[in-house]
């Protein structure tokens, strides 16, 4: 939310100046890989003994940069970034869940900030990002309501009652043997918003490791503006993404040929013309 409000808003200018001043611009390529933990934002104050649990993943990304100046430079990431989650429940429920691995593929444009020293560098990224919900795994436990435990039968008021002792249950699953399953998620039309939209802002540090190399660790911190869910009742409560994840890479300088190849061809042709020239005055 922080980055909505206080940041976004003077991103801009900071575009602008950097486009105004002159530069000499540079190309790089590199990679990215890491793991995320992903935050499932709902309001479950509703659900009885309920709580969502954040989960862990991995992000997977190329990295295209395009570098302004010394300190400015925007940089497209095109990655693979899993957003999983949890939803289990307590108290008697305890033991009873549901895990879900969800697949995005992912494309986060920024504005980089750098400062610091030529080797040694801070940066600080904020942009947008699009993402397409490719895939889900769930899987999780259960009660089984038609398989009742061993441990539920040792007493059983009808034929034992008054001289066995009552055996009182702690969960559910001394009343119910877990019911486990693990399935790929189907998805429906009607209730997944498959696409996602949001804002993105990161922190790290950089090293040149030779003119052409540079080494990175980075914090980066993605926030969802859509709902993971299309309106598909009266009352709902929205869901959205909030992922948090820690990355290292590499990004590597690509020297543009082009323009020197048509400089060195013009210089040449002004060369000819001007010898052609001189040898026609004499």
């Not at 970034?81 to 920024?110: A, E, M």
Request: proline letters at 4%; one cysteine or more; glycine letters at 6%.
């Amino acid at each position: 939310m922080f980055i909505r409000k206080r940041i976004l808003p003077h991103l801009g200018f900071f575009v602008m100046l950097s486009f105004s001043i002159h530069s000499k611009a540079q190309l790089y390529v590199g990679a990215e890989v890491g793991g995320n933990q992903n935050y499932l934002i709902k309001n479950v104050s509703s659900l009885n003994a309920t709580e969502i649990v954040p989960k862990n993943g991995i992000t997977l990304a190329a990295i295209v940069q395009y570098k302004f100046n010394d300190w400015f430079s925007v940089e497209a990431t095109p990655q693979f970034i899993q957003k999983n989650y949890q939803i289990q429940r307590t108290g008697y429920y305890t033991g009873v869940y549901q895990r879900t691995d969800n697949n995005y593929l992912q494309l986060p444009v920024s504005a980089k900030f750098s400062f610091g020293t030529k080797k040694w560098k801070g940066f600080v990224d904020l942009g947008v990002y699009a993402a397409y919900w490719v895939s889900s795994h769930i899987k999780g436990k259960i009660p089984n309501i038609l398989d009742q435990s061993a441990y539920n039968q040792a007493y059983n008021p009808y034929v034992d009652a008054p001289t066995s002792p009552v055996v009182m249950s702690e969960t559910i699953f001394d009343d119910y043997n877990p019911y486990t399953f693990s399935q790929k998620y189907q998805f429906d039309k009607i209730k997944d918003r498959r696409y996602e939209l949001g804002l993105s802002a990161g922190l790290g540090v950089s090293y040149e490791a030779t003119p052409k190399i540079t080494v990175f660790a980075e914090f980066k911190y993605s926030d969802a503006l859509t709902d993971q869910q299309k309106k598909y009742q009266y009352i709902q409560d929205a869901q959205y993404n909030e992922t948090g994840s820690f990355l290292v890479g590499f990004t590597r300088k690509i020297h543009l040929h082009c323009k020197k190849k048509v400089s060195k061809e013009v210089e040449s042709k002004k060369v000819k013309v001007k010898s052609q020239k001189d040898t026609g005055l004499k």
